[in-house]
């Protein structure tokens, strides 16, 4: 795909990427990453990410620690591939209608149906005792999780505790496999995953993604969101799939706009002079989202399909390009989100 922005002349600009979970929907947010890595005067200092944006997050860093932002393209291109290839051999399925009539949701497919209702009377701990994923094999082999630590990107990952529902943010070597699984557990298809002891569940619950860690940790000063969550829908949700998908994408969205409503009052009232206050005094927010996506409903984000997630990646480098001739001249020199709006 062919990008309409380029600038090679600019200085150095430092970022730091704050990643939505989303399921297979992460695959656009694959696109946008790629598609600003290509420009060599933006650099990622730091990613925070949850779910789906934890392991793009992760793939990112130990790509960029082996080869830069070339390495990171590569590394985020092999894991998505995997995930596709493992899919490929997986029951959940789009229905022959939806197949036909080039629809991505997987409502209609028998093996969903059959999961959503059996989900409402039984467990993962009945349904699946071994508390098996494919996701960790995938992992195991996109990640080097024993030197990640060692990677120039540094990486923070929510997931929410199941005993006192506060999120917990993982950095450095305390990542593992099991800290990504636990940002990507979905309470109702997965046992919750236990680390040192505690059980845990989505950070999307917490923080989807967590900003803060960005501000105060990583010395870049511009932050940009990839948002996969639609924050607005013109119409009222009448049927009983359209209903769980919004609810679906209000309760994943609160935690960040709660986050961005505090970070837009912390930045009124802090003192801009020295320490912390001058950290959020100074930051700059930008957001890359696309309306593309409010097209689709919440069981497509089970969809792995090579052709699907091809969709969303291009998809995501098209929003990204879109960001860049708007507001790329903003990187580095001012905010292009105005946070003071979210307080009204």
């Not at 704050?18 to 399921?23: F, M, S, V």
């Not at 590394?75 to 029951?91: C, E, H, I």
């Not at 959940?92 to 209702?117: E, F, Q, T």
């Not at 046992?191 to 950070?203: F, L, T």
């Amino acid at each position: 795909m062919n990008s309409a922005y380029q600038h090679t002349t600019r200085a150095e600009v430092s970022i730091d990427l704050a990643l939505q979970g989303g399921g297979s929907h992460g695959a656009f947010t694959w696109g946008v990453i790629d598609r600003l890595l290509e420009e060599p005067w933006l650099r990622v200092e730091a990613v925070s990410g949850t779910s789906a944006g934890a392991m793009n997050a992760a793939v990112l860093a130990h790509g960029w620690r082996l080869g830069g932002a070339a390495g990171a393209r590569a590394a985020l291109d092999g894991f998505w591939q995997r995930v596709a290839q493992t899919a490929a051999f997986s029951p959940l399925r789009r229905s022959p209608l939806d197949w036909l009539l080039g629809r991505w949701s997987m409502g209609h497919s028998p093996v969903y149906v059959a999961m959503d209702l059996v989900s409402r009377v039984f467990s993962p701990y009945h349904l699946n005792p071994l508390g098996l994923n494919p996701l960790r094999g995938i992992l195991a082999e996109a990640v080097d999780f024993e030197r990640l630590a060692d990677s120039p990107v540094k990486v923070f990952v929510t997931a929410t505790s199941v005993h006192s529902g506060r999120g917990r943010v993982f950095r450095g070597a305390a990542i593992t496999p099991d800290v990504l699984l636990a940002s990507a557990c979905l309470p109702t298809l997965f046992q919750a995953v236990e680390i040192d002891g505690e059980p845990y569940w989505d950070g999307g619950f917490t923080g989807n993604p967590t900003i803060t860690p960005l501000v105060l940790e990583s010395d870049a000063v511009d932050i940009v969101l990839v948002q996969i969550n639609p924050l607005e829908r013109t119409e009222t949700p009448r049927n009983a799939a359209d209903i769980a998908n919004r609810m679906n994408e209000v309760s994943f969205n609160s935690p960040l706009m709660k986050e961005l409503r505090m970070i837009a009052v912390l930045r009124q009232v802090v003192d801009p002079g020295a320490g912390e206050g001058a950290r959020w005094a100074r930051m700059r927010m930008h957001r890359i989202m696309t309306d593309e996506l409010a097209h689709l409903d919440a069981s497509s984000k089970l969809n792995a399909e090579w052709s699907f997630l091809s969709l969303l990646r291009d998809e995501g480098r098209r929003a990204a390009d879109v960001f860049l001739q708007a507001h790329g001249n903003a990187l580095g020199q001012r905010s292009s989100l105005d946070l003071d709006a979210l307080i009204g």
